[in-house]
């Protein structure tokens, strides 16, 4: 049966992971036993995904990206250069942990910047960006603007990509796509049309 996916002839496939329709794995990469990919995915060279890792549809890794077990991405997620998951919070090489991984959820169109770390056991809300460099030490609420060490919010951002600004009324209107959005008790959400 002929694969319905693209594997660099460098990257290492293991047995028993599922991979959708039109997803890239490109040079140097490692797919692990027991993972599952979505339909779409592209994964930019040298990237590992571990066992067990759930990966939505449409979801984009780029370069040098290791996806540890007990991360699940849901679709549309972008995962940037060098960008780090943690899955023990309190690691040591000489005590194995293997039993005690703790899950990271990121959530629908989340974006997470180049050489992020995103500390395991915290959930990244849907389309909220972390900046580059960033370090998240807690949840992130939905469209969410954080940047720093540690982590800290300091605006939102639509589902476009663009930062929103809201008037008095709780209400913003993303610049370039027209949608609105409403901030109720520090809880912003996308208004239908």
């Excluded at 699940?72 to 960008?83: H, Q, R, T, W």
């Excluded at 998951?85 to 180049?114: C, H, M, W």
């Amino acid at each position: 049966m002929e694969k319905e996916y693209f594997a660099h002839e460098t990257a290492v496939i293991d047995e028993d992971c599922k991979i959708g329709k039109g997803t890239r794995i490109w040079h140097f990469s490692h797919i692990m036993t027991g993972c599952e990919i979505g339909e779409n995915c592209n994964f930019g060279q040298n990237v590992v995904v571990s066992p067990g890792v759930k990966l939505g549809q449409n979801v984009k890794v780029q370069n040098n990206v290791s996806i540890y077990s007990g991360v699940i991405c849901e679709d549309n997620v972008f995962l940037g250069p060098s960008m780090v998951f943690t899955n023990i919070s309190n690691p040591r090489s000489a005590v194995s942990r293997r039993d005690q991984y703790v899950e990271t959820l990121v959530k629908r169109g989340a974006s997470i910047g180049a050489n992020a770390t995103i500390l395991c056991g915290h959930e990244i809300g849907e389309f909220s960006f972390i900046g580059a460099g960033a370090v998240v030490t807690k949840d992130v609420p939905a469209y969410a603007l954080i940047i720093g060490n540690p982590g800290r919010q300091v605006g939102w951002m639509s589902e476009y990509g663009h930062r929103l600004k809201f008037d008095d009324n709780g209400i913003a209107i993303c610049s370039e796509s027209q949608e609105r959005y409403q901030l109720t008790d520090g809880i912003a959400t996308k208004l239908g049309l």
